[in-house]
C-alpha cells in the first residue's frame, strides 16, 4: 500500500513563508504526477500545485509567483514552499500523487496552514 505523509504545516502571520513536504512510501519518480491540493473551510478541494515526472510544474492563479512545487526522486519527497503567505491561503493541503504504472490516486492524510492577518 502506497502512502503520502504531509508535513510542515503550521501557523503564521500574514507576509509570512511555511514549507510543506511529503513523503512517500515508494520512490517518487514511481508517480507519473504529484500534486498539492488545499481545501479551506466550507469550500471544495482544490488544487494548488502539480508536478509532472519532467519537471514540468503548473500553479493556480491565486498562487503563482508565490508557491513553489518540487520534487526530489531520490528521497522519495515533493514540497510546497510557500511564501507571501495570505489570510486566504488557510486550508487544510494534501499532497496526492498519480502512481505511473496503474494510474491510481493516493492522498496524504492533510496538514493544516493558518495564517493570521
Known amino acids: 500500500q502506497v502512502q503520502l505523509v504531509e508535513s510542515g504545516g503550521g501557523s503564521v502571520q500574514a507576509g509570512g513563508s511555511l514549507k510543506l513536504s511529503c513523503a512517500g512510501s515508494a520512490k517518487i519518480s514511481t508517480f507519473s504526477v504529484m500534486n498539492w491540493y488545499r481545501q479551506a473551510p466550507g469550500k471544495q478541494r482544490e488544487v494548488v500545485a502539480t508536478?509532472?515526472?519532467?519537471?514540468?510544474?503548473t500553479y493556480a492563479v491565486s498562487v503563482k509567483g508565490r508557491f513553489t512545487i518540487s520534487r526530489d526522486n531520490a528521497d522519495y519527497m515533493v514540497y510546497l514552499q510557500m511564501n507571501n503567505l495570505k489570510p486566504e491561503d488557510t486550508a487544510v493541503y494534501f499532497c496526492n500523487g498519480v502512481w505511473r504504472e496503474t494510474g491510481s490516486v493516493y492522498w496524504g492524510q492533510g496538514t493544516q496552514v493558518t495564517v493570521s492577518p
Open positions: 508536478i509532472n515526472s519532467l519537471g514540468t510544474t
